[in-house]
């Protein structure tokens, strides 16, 4: 008899204990983050124990790939990890595009930077506008850069094992150029 902890945020089971972990508790209802189960110690020498996940009627635990050889198992729940984290991924790339893209525009571009004190002046001299009309279209370009790169993330589907990888595996500053 063992004891399976499955974390509703990995989406898989983290720990087999010999004793309930609930005993003792007073209040069990608190704990929104892992479900316990009672149930047959795994055999670790064939199986995984993070590859046991809820069964679809989310009453119980299964493994998904237990007619696979250890070497296969590890690899799909490898794939089925990549599906859970991508999304979070997925996000947090967007954002960082934006602030690099904002970083880059408000830092080079603002108001008291360089450029711009450099293009007003070249344009005063020259009695014409032609260094800011270029500096507006170096930062479209920076903006075009970002929503570009913004599209290819958002293109890539997390519920795709590849896709779910490259998510995870993408690297915003190589992108962007920083």
Not at 35 to 62: H, M, P, Q, S, W
């Amino acid at each position: 008899m063992a004891y399976l902890i499955y974390s509703k945020k990995e989406q898989h089971v983290t720990h087999q204990l010999d004793y309930d972990p609930r005993e003792g508790v007073v209040d069990v209802s608190n704990d929104v983050d892992y479900i316990v189960f009672e149930g047959e110690k795994i055999d670790c020498e064939n199986d995984f124990i993070t590859n046991y996940r809820l069964n679809a009627a989310g009453d119980g635990l299964e493994n998904p790939y237990k007619s696979l050889s250890k070497a296969d198992q590890l690899a799909k729940f490898q794939d089925d990890q990549a599906k859970v984290y991508a999304p979070k991924y997925q996000q947090h790339n967007v954002e960082l595009v934006k602030s690099v893209t904002r970083s880059v525009l408000t830092g080079d571009y603002g108001e008291t930077a360089w450029k711009v004190e450099r293009a007003k002046e070249v344009d005063l001299l020259n009695g014409n506008d032609e260094a800011m009309k270029a500096l507006a279209l170096e930062k479209k370009a920076i903006r075009d850069k970002g929503n570009a790169i913004e599209a290819e993330i958002l293109a890539l589907d997390p519920t795709v094992s590849a896709d779910a990888k490259a998510l995870i595996a993408y690297d915003v500053a190589k992108k962007m150029g920083q």
